[in-house]
């Protein structure tokens, strides 16, 4: 079976340090997603990508969170300095949108960031 | 701004029991849902995906069903198990952002 493969899988690290967070979509799919999730706040949508392009990344604090697709095989998230309140599971998810049709996302394990 | 409800937070239910899971959403201009799993520690899975245009989608002993002018979806699930025990998210793909999420629905099935 196809899967999104995200590393780390945990990450613990003290205030002010820079987190880098990856992804491997599934091969094929064309859209590739940055989710976080806290007790709180639930799922939210921080940026997403299609064909490498980000589309949207107006739900990351654009002052310390970035992300990139170097390649159609690799996304990363980074945040720098991160911050206690950036202690969540952040995931990664891939699809495949074409011809007006949404395929159904799949998701990465995610990674469960502890900021310190 | 899309908002999703999943009612109720937490269900507990003996096995073998049928189920419904709710789901409500304010912009009825949805392109598509999904109800998807999620086991603790793990993300999410995919478990049905209804387009705008469908009523319902059934994947073994799940159904889910659709009414886009009233804002709600059900996740029915029969014959419940103790390997369904997960939490359920509802998902809705609106204009403006490629899904919105309930907070979910932590359901436990008791042997």
């Known amino acids: 079976d196809a899967r999104v493969t995200q590393t780390p899988r945990h990450k613990v690290t003290e205030m002010g340090q820079e987190v880098t967070m990856r992804c491997q979509p599934i091969?094929?799919?064309?859209?590739v997603f940055w989710y976080r999730q806290t007790m709180m706040q639930g799922l939210e949508l921080l940026a997403y990508f299609r064909n490498r392009a980000p589309l949207d990344d107006s739900g990351m604090p654009k002052d310390r969170f970035s992300a990139e697709m170097p390649d159609a095989t690799l996304a990363t998230l980074k945040i720098q300095p991160s911050e206690p309140r950036d202690s969540a599971v952040y995931f990664c998810a891939s699809g495949l949108v074409g011809q007006g049709e949404h395929q159904p996302q799949h998701f990465g394990d995610g990674t469960r960031l502890s900021i310190l | 701004k899309q908002e999703v409800t999943q009612i109720p937070a937490a269900l507990s239910v003996p096995e073998g029991e049928n189920l419904v899971l709710n789901c409500s959403f304010t912009d009825s201009a949805i392109y598509n849902l999904q109800w998807f799993r999620q086991d603790p520690g793990k993300g999410l899975t995919s478990l049905l995906l209804i387009q705008s245009s469908q009523r319902e989608q059934t994947s073994g002993r799940l159904n889910a069903s659709l009414d886009k002018s009233s804002g709600r979806s059900t996740l029915y699930i029969a014959a419940s198990q103790p390997g369904d025990s997960a939490t359920y998210l509802c998902?809705?793909?609106?204009?403006?952002?490629?899904?919105?999420f309930g907070k979910g629905t932590r359901l436990s099935v008791i042997a």
């Open positions: 091969l094929g799919h064309n859209t």
């Open positions: 998902a809705v793909h609106s204009g403006n952002t490629p899904l919105v």
